[in-house]
């Protein structure tokens, strides 16, 4: 039976922040997103090499298509059998894929796999997202969300980096088992969590027929829209910023995701604090102009310092949008819903994600000019859900 207002009010105020299970929570998404992130810098040379670089565009949009398509089994499983072993089978996802790469060699295989790996990203996000907002107290969630996106972050931003260290120094292969063994490190750590989810069920293979109005939590669309414009600039990010990066005179192609993850790093438990304080929407769409700015500057200073300065502008605006945007998810949601409000929001971020990887990578064709188009383009549309914002406080004023 579904917790009462009151009781759910009654054990919010019990809550702390800094909680055993809050950290580990943390330290599981930094491994996890360690674990496949590591492998993106790598992987376009990779796929190139077996002959495929006409694919390039698809590394990322498999991946992100299969992770949008099971979000809304990921919600449900998040709402009936718990947090925690949702949060586990995208960790095993991850622990089996980094091994098989060494197994698919072939361009097909290859691309098999990454819509296979996709479904990791599917589940663990969703439900450790979930989790933080059962174990925080309400008034303090961005700042919990924030903390959160710092350790997630902190993977994205690792994880890359390492990968071409590993790469540069030895091997894919090696590169592809070091990705299942930092998965393992994320599994271990979620293990010991302990479970949020009061009422459980025990799962049943009917729990993964999904109905029409299980998909979408239509409370969440608001968030979703947002989300949506403001991904599709990192979809094309993860696709041709490697690239990019290695034509503007740097050998590791990690060195964008290091400089953007610690200007995201910088302002993210500040931007989640400001949003508790002064509203989730006005905070995001301050970052959403800053995504406008450093995604210009990508484009308009093709050197070193400009992928520097355009990195720490591009990272000060996701580390402000993220944490509010997932913030503004759990506030839009259904008490007993957050799962299925949290995935709708993960299916527009993971659509977002796919589609500027797709078209910028068939759009690109190896062609470096072409990039700043790409990059005017996504700034464009960042600041088109900040136009949505603005008409959406608006009409809120008025009615």
């Given at each position: 039976?579904?917790?009462?207002?009151a009781?759910?009010n009654i054990?919010?105020s019990k809550?702390?922040?800094?909680?055993?299970?809050?950290?580990?929570?943390?330290?599981?998404?930094l491994?996890f997103?360690?674990?496949?992130n590591?492998?993106?810098?790598?992987?376009?040379?990779?796929?190139?090499?077996?002959?495929?670089a006409?694919y390039?565009?698809?590394?990322?949009s498999?991946?992100?298509?299969?992770?949008?398509?099971?979000?809304p089994f990921?919600?449900?499983l998040?709402?009936?059998?718990g947090?925690?072993?949702?949060?586990?089978?995208g960790g095993?996802?991850c622990?089996v894929?980094?091994?098989?790469?060494?197994?698919f060699?072939?361009?097909?295989?290859f691309?098999?796999l990454?819509?296979?790996?996709?479904f990791?990203t599917g589940f663990?996000?969703?439900?450790?997202?979930?989790?933080v907002?059962d174990?925080?107290?309400?008034?303090r969630?961005?700042?919990?969300m924030?903390?959160?996106?710092i350790?997630?972050s902190?993977g994205l931003?690792?994880g890359?980096a390492?990968?071409s260290?590993?790469?540069?120094h030895?091997?894919?292969e090696?590169?592809?088992?070091?990705?299942?063994l930092?998965s393992?490190?994320?599994l271990?750590?979620?293990?010991?969590?302990g479970?949020?989810l009061?009422?459980r069920r025990r799962?049943k293979w009917?729990l993964?027929?999904?109905?029409?109005?299980?998909?979408?939590?239509?409370?969440?669309l608001?968030?979703?829209v947002?989300t949506?414009l403001?991904?599709?600039?990192f979809?094309v990010?993860?696709?041709?910023?490697?690239d990019?990066?290695?034509?503007v005179?740097?050998?590791n192609?990690?060195v964008?995701?290091?400089?953007?993850?610690?200007a995201?790093?910088l302002?993210?438990v500040?931007?989640?604090k400001?949003?508790?304080?002064?509203?989730r929407t006005k905070?995001?769409g301050?970052?959403?102009a800053?995504?406008?700015?450093?995604l210009?500057l990508?484009?308009?200073?093709?050197?070193?310092n400009?992928?520097?300065?355009?990195?720490?502008v591009?990272?000060l605006?996701?580390?402000?949008?993220?944490?509010?945007?997932?913030?503004?998810t759990?506030d839009?949601?259904?008490?007993?819903?957050?799962?299925?409000?949290?995935?709708t929001?993960f299916?527009?971020?993971e659509?977002?994600?796919?589609?500027g990887?797709?078209?910028?990578?068939?759009?690109y064709g190896?062609s470096?000019?072409?990039?700043p188009?790409?990059?005017v383009?996504?700034?464009f549309?960042?600041?088109?859900?900040?136009c949505?914002?603005?008409?959406?406080?608006?009409r809120?004023k008025?009615s």
């Amino acid at each position: 039976m579904p917790m009462s207002t009151a009781e759910i009010n009654i054990k919010s105020s019990k809550k702390r922040l800094y909680s055993p299970k809050f950290i580990l929570v943390c330290l599981g998404s930094l491994f996890f997103s360690a674990s496949y992130n590591m492998l993106i810098p790598e992987l376009p040379s990779y796929l190139a090499s077996m002959g495929g670089a006409e694919y390039i565009g698809l590394i990322i949009s498999l991946f992100t298509l299969t992770a949008g398509v099971s979000r809304p089994f990921s919600g449900k499983l998040t709402d009936t059998i718990g947090r925690k072993p949702v949060m586990l089978i995208g960790g095993l996802v991850c622990l089996v894929c980094g091994g098989l790469y060494t197994v698919f060699t072939s361009v097909f295989g290859f691309l098999l796999l990454r819509l296979f790996h996709g479904f990791s990203t599917g589940f663990t996000p969703t439900a450790a997202s979930t989790y933080v907002s059962d174990i925080v107290p309400p008034n303090r969630l961005g700042e919990a969300m924030g903390i959160q996106g710092i350790a997630f972050s902190t993977g994205l931003a690792l994880g890359p980096a390492l990968g071409s260290l590993i790469k540069l120094h030895f091997s894919h292969e090696v590169l592809f088992y070091s990705s299942s063994l930092v998965s393992l490190v994320a599994l271990v750590l979620i293990a010991n969590l302990g479970e949020t989810l009061s009422t459980r069920r025990r799962f049943k293979w009917n729990l993964l027929r999904v109905h029409k109005h299980e998909i979408i939590a239509k409370e969440a669309l608001p968030s979703a829209v947002v989300t949506f414009l403001s991904y599709i600039a990192f979809g094309v990010v993860l696709t041709l910023i490697p690239d990019w990066t290695e034509a503007v005179g740097y050998t590791n192609k990690g060195v964008f995701f290091i400089v953007f993850t610690v200007a995201s790093l910088l302002v993210r438990v500040v931007a989640g604090k400001l949003s508790d304080i002064h509203g989730r929407t006005k905070v995001i769409g301050i970052g959403m102009a800053l995504l406008c700015v450093g995604l210009t500057l990508l484009a308009g200073i093709p050197s070193k310092n400009g992928l520097i300065l355009g990195a720490t502008v591009y990272g000060l605006g996701m580390g402000i949008v993220s944490p509010g945007i997932n913030a503004w998810t759990i506030d839009l949601s259904k008490p007993n819903y957050k799962g299925k409000a949290i995935a709708t929001m993960f299916i527009a971020l993971e659509a977002g994600i796919g589609l500027g990887a797709l078209v910028s990578g068939w759009y690109y064709g190896q062609s470096l000019q072409r990039i700043p188009i790409i990059l005017v383009v996504c700034a464009f549309l960042s600041f088109i859900g900040i136009c949505y914002l603005l008409l959406r406080s608006k009409r809120k004023k008025r009615s």
